[in-house]
């Protein structure tokens, strides 16, 4: 049992050393690892050296710091190929894009960004809506990602509101005020807007996928040009982006609690 508590703790603290690293923090030196994880020097530079070994971390010698490693994106690939979600919701992607005559989106929160890995082309939306699949967005500016973030735990989205929001267009809410109010928003009515915040003449509507767990963990979208995608137009799909989002939840093995 003491061998058995020793590897836990092991295995925690190399988690702790992956966990300092972000979009906007790549490099880090032992020092920065160990000021994060509030592990001793001594003990923070064997993690790094574990981790270095299995091929998580790797090393920039000209500057003394680390980066994640590649064997991490391949652990994550394998991890995306292996998920029920996309095997499952594929016919529900498919038929919310027939349905709406526009382009459909699934996408899987990574902890920090939104991961694109499943779409729908469903009409003549043209370049201006064109999205690769497996493409990384930030959570606060498109729909997929308010519709995950709103239904993530305080501590996620105080780490994700905490740095500079990006912006990429004249409506991209910068804020961490105005973001939070909106995630209120997305929480009381079960979808999320993105009026041009991501991509100029482009506007979505999204709604969560719960995994068996009841947690959100990705999100559905149906996406086109500003000149068929107004506000109004978005909110009369907005019932059918969440019924689908539903269904997906429930292939998933998520069971709705009833109602009292």
Known sequence: MAVETKSIKTMGKLVSVLDCFSTSE??????????????????????????????????????DSYRLGLKLFQLGTTVLHSMDIQSEARPFV???STLTGENVH??????????????????????QNATITMEL???????????????????????????????????????????????????????????????LN???????IRNASGNVFA?????????????????????FVVSHADAISRRLGYVPKSAD
């Not at 000021?35 to 971390?57: D, M, Q, Y």
């Not at 699934?106 to 370049?127: H, K, N, P, Q």
């Not at 999100?219 to 019932?239: F, H, K, Q």
């Open 137 to 199: 967005t930030h959570c606060h500016n498109t729909s997929v990602g308010k519709a995950t973030l709103a239904f993530q735990p305080e501590s996620v989205i105080d780490r994700l509101t905490s740095n500079d929001l990006a912006v990429y267009t004249e409506h991209s809410i910068s804020d961490p005020v105005v973001l939070r109010e909106e995630l209120a928003k997305i929480r009381s009515q079960g979808f999320a807007f993105d009026l041009q915040e991501h991509q």
């Open 26 to 63: 790549r490099a880090l030196t032992v020092g920065d690892i160990a000021a994060r994880t509030g592990l001793p020097r001594s003990t923070a530079h064997r993690s790094i050296n574990a981790l270095k070994e299995v091929g998580f971390l790797d090393q920039d010698r000209r500057r």
């Open 202 to 208: 482009v506007c979505c509507v999204a709604a969560p």
């Open 219 to 239: 999100a559905v979208s149906v996406s086109g040009p500003l000149a068929r995608m107004s506000e109004e137009n978005l909110r009369s799909y907005a019932p």
């Open 106 to 127: 699934l996408c899987v929160f990574d902890g920090e960004r939104m991961v694109f890995v499943e779409s729908a082309d469903g009409g003549a939306t043209g370049s």
């Open 94 to 96: 498919e038929a919310l």
